[in-house]
């Protein structure tokens, strides 16, 4: 029988709770306040907790912080319940660690859905969170202690899993750390004072998102977007500043991540400078290619390409059109064949 942690200081709100879960076959625990909670989570270890934000005493971000430092309660599935629905409140409960948030008033579908997917998933997790420790494992991010260290701080994280389209961060959120990219791609965007989006960066498993904010101590310049269904962990701002303090060699290697970022970014701001757009569409093909799994097959639509090479969609909808005719490439849907890497490669300006 799975158990359930309800952390909620409005008795008519944990009575309902613990009825409906009761006779949807669950264990419940109830704890009116922060400490209590705290405590039954510490003895019962249930499968997931729901727990109310705004509480006396101790409040759900502070519940949320304390068991997520125990490591025997870090990776029990928590949910937020509260009334509060700014994006900065969804933001800080999704960086502290939170894997999902119910807006009140929910109704019991609602909440049996968010319970049983959360169960489910954490067993998922803990298959995947195996074969990434393995992976990380092979990882060349070089020897030494300072190595050593950040791999033990890498699996030390709480692996999230973030769905295609939602936001990372937006432009102008506060770095709470550094994000390593495991599973799926994300995109960071700029937009434009005429509305237009810009894709500044695409990251693919292995890849660190955040780096430059979190080194300057500055906001976000840009704001990252899933493209595919992702799977990271939040390396804390302050672990991370001190690992590159006392590690020379961790150093280096970051400092080699962010020239190689910088690199692209002059890469990017040439082609949009110099390139006509036809060579501009086929330097980005080549780029998307060298960052795929698989060198001839890509999956991305012709907004993401337009946002890409810095053109209208019609632009790019031409461009692929002449491409096909000549050869170049294959396309169904979202899904793009290059044909012929070679003859791309060679496009004249």
């Known amino acids: 029988m799975n158990t359930v942690l309800i952390i909620e200081d409005n008795a008519d709100i944990r009575e309902s709770c613990s009825e409906i879960l009761e006779l949807s076959g669950y264990k419940v ?31 759900g971000y502070g519940v949320l912080f304390l068991l997520s430092k125990n490591p025997a309660t870090s990776e029990i599935p928590f949910i937020f319940l509260t009334a509060k629905t700014e994006r900065v409140d969804f933001r800080k409960a999704m960086e502290m660690g939170a894997d999902d948030y119910l807006t009140k ?9 968010a319970i049983e997917t959360r169960i489910n998933k954490s067993q998922r997790q803990k298959d995947f969170y195996g074969s ?15 190595m050593k260290e950040l791999k033990e701080l890498i699996a030390g994280r709480k692996i999230k899993r973030i769905k295609k389209k939602q936001v990372l ?12 990219l495991i599973e799926g791609s994300i995109k960071t965007i700029k937009r434009a004072l005429d509305g237009r989006q810009f894709i500044t960066g695409l990251y693919k498993p292995d890849d660190y998102i955040g780096l430059d904010s979190l080194l300057l101590e500055e906001p976000f310049t840009e704001t990252a977007e899933v493209i595919e269904d992702a799977a990271l962990c939040l390396l804390p701002k302050d672990l991370v500043v001190n690992l590159l303090n006392k590690y020379p060699e961790v150093s280096r290697q970051f400092i080699k991540i962010l020239s190689n970022d910088i690199h692209q970014k002059e890469e990017q701001l040439l082609e949009l400078a110099y ?9 980005v093909l080549i780029r998307l290619s060298c960052k ?35 050869g170049l490439i ?12 070679g003859r791309i490669t060679k496009l004249k300006n």
């Open 169 to 180: 961060f937006y432009e102008g959120d506060t770095p709470q750390g550094l994000y390593l």
């Open 292 to 326: 795929s799994p698989s060198t001839t097959l890509l999956n991305i639509s012709r907004d993401e390409l337009a946002e890409l090479a810095g053109v209208a969609m019609e632009t790019v909808s031409r461009t692929l059109s002449d491409f096909k005719e000549e």
């Open 132 to 146: 990434t420790l393995n992976h990380l494992e092979q990882l060349s991010l070089g020897s030494g202690n300072g």
């Open 105 to 113: 008033p929910f109704d019991d579908l609602e909440l049996l859905h």
């Open 330 to 341: 294959e396309r169904k849907g979202n899904q793009m064949e290059l044909i012929d890497i």
């Open 29 to 59: 625990f109830t704890a009116g306040n922060g400490k209590t909670g705290i405590d039954l989570a510490t003895r019962h270890k249930p499968d997931v907790i729901l727990c109310d934000i705004m509480m006396p005493e101790l409040d």
């Open 275 to 283: 390139l006509s757009v036809r060579k501009r569409i086929a330097q």
